[in-house]
């Protein structure tokens, strides 16, 4: 980068830090530091819902799973308008029906103290492993840019992030988000459309899609899954799904395990919950959340498209075979530089041929079975070209399907094509979009401590002030574990998945206990409990025993957590 992309990155790192550390002002109390004395406005709360995902886990991991496997990821949000239509109708009636701070609070009056702080731990648990995902991502783009070493940089927006939540609470979180909001949409405008610059002088715009199309990157649309078989596959070592429960991105795993997995998320998770807690009304809660229902989808199909053009891109200009850093180095090592030569021979080669046959497609006006023999031999350069670049990470990794290039392709991009003071300001987004996204799930994660377990369980008569007091060092706490956490997470695979993935393992079993209060009032105390750990059992049988898509986890764990709360609940006392 640049003298000037430096000083963009830092100028606007330090205003972000500062807007989030000033608002500590407007948090003298725990109603005003957890729920921002309930007078946030409902639009500003629903950016800030938004933003919580589209930060740099959208920006990095989804652009790169656009990249390399195409537009299916937009399935898994097919229920999402579904879903907050039915968190409006059912689930914020009870959670502001009594001015709660934690979504689980709203559990005791029902099933007691220990189902409350069963699902309370449940939640900081799951919520503090996705939260080390969250710092995780953008520190690969900062590592990527400055050679930097990667835990340095994990821990620099961890120490940041805690730093500016500590002082300035949800008022913090919601108002940084609205900004980092508006500054990731038009850096991802600006990429889309310095893209378009680049490829349409070479191609009209149908073009552009009818090649996207043939290298299998328009596949927003899955109606049939890799098999209809509904007998899940004893588990076995890879290969293709066999049965329609492992195929994990089709319209029904997105709509059915998806819907299940927002539900989950958006109405138990007090990471999402907590914002709807900050409105004045219910119906302003309500609107909060209908802004996600409807604006999600057409964000994910976004960036999801600008991760295809990318591929175009690349298949028009050339692309690399590793975007890796590390493994470049690796390649390029004494011990693998004559043995990767002739790999990165046959794959320029194939590049180049894939490159001609693309621009061929995009202005042949021939038969059709002179096209649909150009067609076939471009999805031959395009398998080609794949297969190579595995054939390349094989030599040079041992675990080469969990370490893939998903999360570089992006950065690769930004730090090689976009002109200076851009580059700048799109990496200072990624950057501060990841803080925006993390200090929520660090004020959550300090409520449902302090609120579910310090002021229930250990000082119960203490006041605004030494709540308060212990919030903050709660935050200290959790920014410290999260950072840890986050430095698990180096070269695990795709890193939008990997946050899906941890929250299904929870995520149905909460929805189940909220549920289960709906459908039946003679679940007691142990229901409850049995319910929330029914559901995780379920899951954790499954994951051990049966081939099924993460997406399915929260569908099978909702299933197993109401079925089990409701038999146990003809024997609650």
Known sequence: MSAIDWTVFFLFLAYVVWDGARRGVQSENLEGYFAGGRAIPWWAAGLSVMATQASA?????????????????????????????????????????????????????????????????????????????????????????????LTFMVILIGLLTTAYTMAGGINAVVWTDVKQMTVIFLGLFLCVGILLWDLLPRMGFMDM???????????????????????????????????????????????????????????????????????????????????????????????????????????????????NPDHVALAQSEAYAQRIEPIQQRYDRLVEERSQLALRLAEFEGTPRQSSDLLARYQNAVRGVAETREEARRLLLDNASENRDTNYVFPHFILNNLPPVILGLLVAAIFAAAMSSADSALNSLSAATIVDLYKRWFRPDADDAASLRAGRLATLFWGIAATVAAMQFAGAGSVVELVNKVGSYFYGSLLGVFVLSLVSKKAGPKAGVASLLGGMGTVFIIDQTVQVAFLWYNLFGFAGSLMIGLIVSRFDD
């Open 209 to 323: 899609l009818r090649v996207m199309g043939a290298s299998g990157k328009l596949n927003a649309l899955e109606l049939q899954p890799a098999s209809w078989d509904l007998i899940p596959n004893w588990k076995s070592a890879g290969g293709a799904p066999q049965t329609f429960w492992q195929d994990t991105y089709n319209v029904w795993s997105g709509f059915f395990g998806g819907i299940f997995l927002m539900l989950s998320y958006f109405g138990c998770d007090q990471s999402q919950v907590q914002r709807i807690l900050t409105n004045p009304t219910a119906d302003e809660s309500r609107k909060t959340l209908l802004l996600s229902a409807f604006a999600k989808v057409p964000m994910q199909v976004l960036i999801l498209f600008l991760g295809a053009l990318l591929y175009l891109y690349g298949t028009v200009m050339g692309s690399p075979m590793l975007y």
């Open 57 to 149: 886990i959208t920006v990095i991991g989804t652009t790169g799973q656009g990249h390399e496997t195409g537009m299916e990821f937009v399935q898994t949000y097919f229920g999402l308008p579904f879903a907050m239509i039915l968190l409006c109708i059912f689930m914020v009636p009870l959670l502001r029906k009594n001015p709660i701070l934690t979504a689980y609070e709203y559990l005791e009056g029902q099933f007691g103290p220990a189902t409350r702080t069963l699902a309370s731990v449940i939640f900081l648990v799951s919520r503090c492993l996705a939260f080390g995902v969250v710092i995780y991502a953008p520190a690969v783009v900062l590592s990527a840019m400055t050679g930097l070493n």
